[in-house]
């Protein structure tokens, strides 16, 4: 499985910003794809995530009702659109792909197996 991020840039507060995953090779229905971001010097934190299948998605409680993340199963693109930015938000953002996510929709980085490479995010104040 291959992801590649793609979508980030430099916005000012406020802003809305679309970021896409293109996922290439064997993918199943039971994988979960999640979207993670890391700011300089902290760690990697979960941001969101999706069973392939289309269950609900998960969020973590900084972006929730501010980020949503959907998936066009027939170009096998995850996105993430983020709305209502914040200086807070900059970071470097990777999809990832977890082979379980038919047993649970984790929100631990360690257990997903592929990951992109990233796509940087910067939002003004």
């Known amino acids: 499985v291959q992801l590649v991020e793609s979508g980030g840039g430099l916005v000012q507060a406020g802003d809305s910003l679309r970021l896409s995953c293109a996922v290439s090779g064997r993918i199943f229905a039971t994988y979960a794809v999640g979207w993670f971001r890391q700011a300089p010097g902290k760690d990697r934190e979960f941001v969101g995530a999706?069973?392939?299948?289309?269950?609900?998605?998960s969020y973590a409680d900084s972006v929730k009702d501010r980020f949503t993340i959907s998936r066009d199963n027939a170009e096998n693109i995850l996105y993430l659109q983020m709305n209502s930015l914040k200086p807070e938000d900059t970071a470097v953002y990777y999809c990832a792909a977890d082979l379980n996510g038919f047993r649970r929709l984790s929100r631990q980085s360690h257990e997903y197996d592929f990951w992109g490479q990233g796509t940087q995010v910067t939002v003004s104040s």
């Open positions: 999706i069973r392939w299948s289309g269950s609900s998605p």
